[in-house]
């Protein structure tokens, strides 16, 4: 599992060492028996971590008597040393390949996240991101304790949406154990892997690493008790998604879509994941979202740019609430990029949607409580 995080506040002012830095160095270490590095060959473990310069690893090979093992291990630690930095305190811990067999271990108790909601959709472009964070403000604003987790390990965007983009979280102990603290705004504690990564660099991650972020980001935490644990999920359905839901008691799923037919399927397909019969997950609502536009100086008109009707046909189809209609208007794109949710301004048309949509969701909850079973987490086999 990673650690992105560095104890020590001080840390992050002069140097910041990330995931992808240990792997492309390891790339440049080649295993004789296959001529491969050692990253292509398989033999590095997703267990990275990081904790200021103190850098640790596991390298897999084929039995403990590798004849190469005490040289690969000598190489990768110079490899570190050349390409990150001299300074870097490096641990090389070693295993075979039946050690390397993942094992079965006690799921954790994640009844303090309250109610797990995630925000998806079927295609990007579709104001996912922004009715998450609308969301979560929302509910904080109704009185609720709420949590919001960016799972777009590739594509983080809440922290400029909550505008704390020079925030760094720190850890703290927590009964012995070092958990992070999640950055507090407007009400909301909110974790991003954008807090930890270089935002000009794109992350360049395996699966298994993206799955292992996200699952400490969950568990290795100081969320507190919560009533509402927001997840704003990448566009699409991916491995993340599966992480999510094996992972994590997910009560139900708020779909956003825009009128366009092209969206409607996607969001279709999104539902459809959800109601698998091994996933399981209620689906709470259909959000519309730029639902008409209404220009600033004609504050009582709509023209319907991308279409009309499309989501309240698709949730009679499907059988779920429409649970909003957004117009699109110039202050949500603004509200968005400087980092003041629409909904903190309940005077305004759109502020006032995005605040009876948090209503909504609410309600649909404790319906959905009331009357289904608690969600169950999706078995790995």
């Known amino acids: 599992m990673f650690c992105y995080l560095c104890p020590h506040k001080e840390y992050h002012n002069f140097m910041t060492i990330y995931p992808q830095l240990i792997i492309d160095a390891l790339r440049t270490v080649r295993y004789p028996g296959t001529g491969k590095d ?10 990275i971590r990081i904790s200021g310069l103190h850098v640790s690893f596991s390298l897999i090979f084929p039995r403990q008597t590798d004849p190469f093992l005490k040289s690969i291990v000598k190489a ?5 040393h050349a390409y990150v930095s ?3 305190e490096v641990e090389v811990r070693t295993k075979t390949l039946q050690e390397a067999q993942p094992t079965a271990e006690a799921a954790p108790d994640y009844a303090h996240l309250g109610n797990i909601i995630a925000v998806s959709s079927g295609k990007g472009g579709v104001g996912k991101s922004t009715v998450a964070a609308n969301l979560a403000v929302g509910l904080a604003r109704l009185g609720h304790r709420v949590g919001l987790l960016d799972c777009d390990i590739f594509g983080p965007s809440m922290p400029k949406m909550l505008g704390c983009e020079d925030a760094r979280p720190y850890s703290e102990e927590h009964d012995g154990k070092a958990l992070i603290v999640p950055i507090e705004k407007y009400g909301v504690k909110m974790l991003s892997i954008g807090f930890f990564v270089d935002a000009d660099t794109p992350t360049l991650w395996r699966g298994g690493m993206a799955s292992n972020a996200l699952k400490q980001l969950i568990g290795e935490a100081a969320w507190g008790d919560l009533d509402y644990f927001i997840l704003d999920t990448p566009p699409g359905t991916s491995d ?5 839901v094996q992972t994590l008691p ?5 779909i956003v879509s825009t009128p366009q037919q092209v969206a409607l399927a996607d ?3 999104g539902i459809n994941m959800y109601r698998n019969d091994k996933v399981a997950v209620p689906i709470l609502g259909l959000v519309e979202n730029m639902a008409w536009f209404t220009p600033a100086e004609l504050p009582d008109n709509r023209y319907y740019i991308f279409g009309r009707g499309g989501a309240e046909a698709l949730a009679q189809e499907m059988n779920i609430p429409l649970l909003a209609q957004i117009p699109l208007v110039q202050g949500v794109c ?8 629409a909904v903190l301004d309940p005077a305004t048309p759109t502020g006032n949607a995005f605040l009876q949509m948090a209503a909504r969701v609410v309600t649909q909850t404790d319906r959905r409580n009331a009357e289904q079973e608690a969600t169950r987490i999706v078995q790995t086999h």
Do not use: F, N, Q, Y
Not at 76 to 80: K, N, S, V
């Open 38 to 47: 050692i990253v292509e060959a398989g033999m590095l473990e997703d267990d």
């Open 240 to 244: 993340i998604h599966l992480t999510l």
């Open 250 to 254: 997910v009560t139900g799923a708020v």
């Open 334 to 341: 603004e509200s968005g990029d400087s980092g003041a949710p």
């Open 86 to 88: 001299k300074d870097v």
């Open 76 to 80: 990768a630690e110079a490899a570190i």
């Open 267 to 269: 969001a279709r397909k």
